[in-house]
């Protein structure tokens, strides 16, 4: 019997659990950060192979791993199927890196970011540059704490061109829950100038939860009248062990319309250089798998504010 | 302080370190099978959500959530791209959803089936009917327990159309060692008919381990004169938590040359309708993201008897 | 990075949460038996170092290792404070180990044990023989397949010198909620002789759950007219990983008076030899930490069929 | 399905892997420091029901729950069997803990503690006020960081009453690997008084691990010429998961010979008052279980300089 085996140094771990199916644990070299703010518990922490990780109500939200394909995901298919983004809105994107990515854009003359966690946004400004470089002191930028709803109903005609929803999921007791309904959808539409276009991050894009997805879909689906393009699409992020989805809708501009050489040629001309939403890549990351078409199919169903999104199919 | 928090009936697990950054702890309701053979621990067990499930060596293998997803990422663009594929080996494929699938085209003649593991596929039989449907019994098939390397030798100048393999990955020590080396890959050309279509599982597609493929792809990609088309494509296996790679190696017919048209077209002739791998998805597949063509421009080296796969990168 | 980073065979697990503070994976290599009866899930698995182990609702119940500790303080002391036991029931005790020890004493002419869960006694009967040593075929026992209490009833003046009660704890839900209470604690006098002992495992006797011990004890305690001696003593119980208690409640005979000369001229006559319960132990093992005082002041409160035990404090 | 299935805010964790067996998951509340000193990684932190808890190398120090519990069989013993302790060593004891239990004989003068991680104790300054009482503060006390080795071969002749080692164990590669052989123990009797008494903390006194006593013990037994008395005991420390072994060796006093009344004299003259260790558990407390004379007898063997403790059997 070997010394290891009496009593290993096994370490720190934080753990997700991800369906009733299974729990991952996650190895913490170190400990950035960890606390709770008035609205979530957070730790900024190292993982082995992983690298600098931010957790909220312990889930996962990025890694240096691959943040890129995330934020490139959530942000640059919208700044490039619109033709010329001027005012963007972010809503949410606590680490910085939603915001960045959009000031790639050099169309952009405004971008405001409403996240309701200063205390959150303070230790992100210290421990994760490589999301933001430092783009919070971009003078394009206004950085507000508040509601993002609130805002959004505030700034009607105000005519962004692109809204990014980079928000946590509607859970219950979540202050994003009415984030994720018709009624604020109709909100959104109303700031947004008359060719703006709106992408949310929309939760798992797999075969045990595509509840969220495909909701958030029917209920976009349902408002032709308001945006005349509802198109999903999935991002490889290796950190969240699974692809994940995203929903754009679009007032007057197909994504499904650009080829690989218009999205090369607005990238070449705005001084946007990807590394995972590449112009060979724009019209794979559309193509939904067909589980996610049934699931919208079966689960699709509208969510309002007297019925907003439960985790119960 | 509750019942639940003093002795809380927390239950059964089974758990696979993958990286250093995270062990996976899936939940197990019940152990169908558990057992060691000759070559490996296997266990068929249920889990929730995921249901019934196979792990080797304490690797999960497949589950009923989505073994569609593998086994027709893992048997349909090959057996689509030959354009009459009548003699088919499947070299592994222990739960006998690899060859089912194979036999879904009615071109099929014959059928066989090398797996080392005859104790495995006997439980197979019993409890993965969801898998292999009873095509066993299909007169077309021949099952045979030998290492299929040595098979593939002995069949030289066989002309099989398509062979399929299912492997475990090259791990240290394990019998598929040398199924994964540019030796053998000439075996297999020399066991395929002049227009024959070879493909293999070729492990993770993600962000923190795509060593194995990228190795796989350069070695194939060097043997450009036995195979003039090397295609890397992926399927989206929820069970396995990550895209999943495979690698198709074909004398003449290259993939990508088949249209969403074509696809369609095969499938209807020959009987075959399939739930991921349909002809809207074909193009989409073979689409690898930016971050698998920098693996393999960085980490790609040629695999050989003389030196095989290490997990060191 | 190694091979054993990227995907290591981690294996098999049993988990039990002990309070809110401590979750206890114990390493599975083998699955000998794992099932559910009428009455409990059961598992009997070899756990490397610990041996072969039985889980009761994912809860261990004892293990190769050292299940001669819980049963020999389960079951000697009592016997041994018995002048002369020749009657003698077992209350639940399904491992066959409890009757086994009982049966070491040849004053015993004859040994009831009853235990609900027929099922798990065909597969004990089966995989641990090392706990029970074949004796459900000695002539002297009656083995039965009842509700213990219902038996007790049953058998009012019957006359039992010793009865040791070896259930699972009063959770809620289980059928031995009702075999701890005043009520069926008066049912157990009646069926003891004038001179009848009465043992029964009472639970952790540690810092962090020392609270069915406590209650267990005042109830027993007020009890003071039918039993005139009781008093708490606990064995170290690896398996546990935490002492152990147990409560001896005695019509006539005092533990304590006892020496350490008694304790062997006993063991002696009666051709009892043990290995943890030893007379030089008998006075250490009644001794309880002050813990345990202070608990049962603060917590003791006597549990009756109206008000049976609640895990809550 | 239900949102706590989906996505559970699972938590935080610090595993420790006892014996091949079974590991251990607790649950973290709250980091309140966590680092890597020159020595050693260490986390104080809070964990449900135990409280604030301090881990070094990833294994569990103390915690609120119990520490008295450790802490009292740490010192109080061997305190109180010298008749009149002036002059006091404690090496290691980075808690304060140990030092504050000696400080609590009014007989004390002058007490040294020599601990060589000055980064871990300006932490536990901070934090650990209810382990240390201030008492770094105690004019009678000296703190100095170096090796405690060291400090004792350079105080022979120094005359202490009690030297208390209260260190880490002897794991390879650790600074405490010397302090726990023959010729080390030498050196504190010459450092010691004519009548003194030394006492170690001694691992575990369980049936999976009792090699470390056993040798411990073994060796000190060896030593009769200089240490007359040789004595194991052992505290039932919750916070351990096992009783938890020490052995004290003694020049002129026997622990054994010291009766209820003793201690209790002893304790009331000097002002001491303890929650564990009182006068009624002395004996009980010096009584070890029939396996660790087994193992003393089987694995006990002399541990060198040459030949120092291997966590092999």
Known sequence: MSEKLFSQSTGMFIAETHTEGVTWFFSVDRFLVEGKSQYQQYQIVDIPVWGKTLFLDYKIQS???????????????????????????????????????????????????????EELIQWVKVHMTE????????????LVHQDARKWIEDHKGHGYDVILSDLPGPHEGSPARMLYTKEYFQHVAESLSDDGVFVLQSGAC???????????????????????????????????????????????????????????????????????????FH???????EYMLRAIEKHGKILTDAEPFLWTA
Request: contains cysteine.
């Open 206 to 280: 797999n075969e045990t939860y595509p509840y969220l997805f495909s909701q958030i879909f029917a209920t976009l689906d349902s408002m032709k009248d308001t945006f005349a393009y509802v198109r999903g699409y999935y991002g490889l992020v290796t950190t969240f062990q699974m692809p994940w989805g995203f929903i754009l809708a679009s007032k007057k501009h197909d994504p499904m319309a650009l080829t690989q050489e218009d999205v090369a040629a607005r990238h070449a001309t705005r001084g946007v250089s990807n590394r995972y939403y590449t112009p060979r």
């Open 131 to 142: 999301w933001h470089h430092g783009c919070f002191d971009d003078p394009r930028v206004t």
């Open 283 to 289: 019209q794979a990351m559309f193509t939904l798998p």
């Open 63 to 117: 890694s240096l791993l691959d943040e890129y394909v995330y934020h490139e995901s959530m942000v640059q298919p919208a700044m490039t199927v619109h033709p010329n983004p001027k005012k963007v809105l972010v809503a949410g994107g606590g680490e910085g890196a939603t915001l960045w990515q959009a000031l790639q854009h050099n169309t952009v003359e405004k971008a405001d970011m409403v996240d309701l966690d």
